[in-house]
């Protein structure tokens, strides 16, 4: 079966420092990946997604990046953190053809102070 | 673009009552449809989905139907547990494989 990781679960960190959030899946191959942003009692915001290794698609300029080294491993980094980063951020994997569900992590929750 | 809608919260109920949230979709093409659950502090998780017209999904006691000549994806449940609650997600999926998601409605089920 498939599961989806994500670390850490909570971050504290301060204004101007770096972001790394890491997300890998396992039990799959080739699939898609997705970066989304939810703010306190808000709906989804996709960020990035990507349908392959070194692929990304930004939907929203801002100073977040996405970077897919391998497979089944999807990154989310900042060089400097700004107050309106704090959220819930979420990674997701569907299969790579067709309309498909998609699955979820367990969610980092980031504070930024 | 693309988007689904759905009823604001939030929605508070006795144990036992009917549930439905509402949900309607724009769409230029055909979209499959999803509800999904989110409990506090989680990621979400898919409650049901439908990838055509007329098609009804449905599990754990949770129905959707796509209806197409309404553009709706009304979720119900008749008869709903404190367990229930948690805020539920609609949401709509295009040929590219992009979700878009409403902006949640808060259930709260009350013994």
Known sequence: SQTIHQWPATLVQPVGSPLSLECTVEGTSNPNLYWYRQAAGRGLQLLFYSVGIGQISSEVPQNLSASRPQDRQFILSSKKLLLSDSGFYLCAWSRGRGINEQFFGPGTRLTVL | ?111
């Open chain 2, 1 to 111: 673009g693309d988007s689904v809608t759905q009823m604001e919260g939030p929605v508070t109920l006795s144990e036992e009552a009917f549930l439905t949230i509402n949900c309607t979709y724009t769409a230029t093409g055909y979209p499959s449809l999803f509800w999904y659950v989110q409990y506090p502090g989680e990621g979400l998780q898919l409650l049901l989905k439908a990838t055509k017209a007329d098609d009804k999904g449905s599990n754990k006691g949770f129905e959707a139907t796509y209806r197409k000549e309404t553009t709706s994806f009304h979720l119900e449940k008749g008869s709903v547990q404190v367990s229930d609650s948690a805020v539920y997600f609609c949401a709509g999926g295009d040929n590219f494989n992009k979700f878009y998601f409403g902006s949640g409605t808060k259930l709260n089920v009350k013994p």
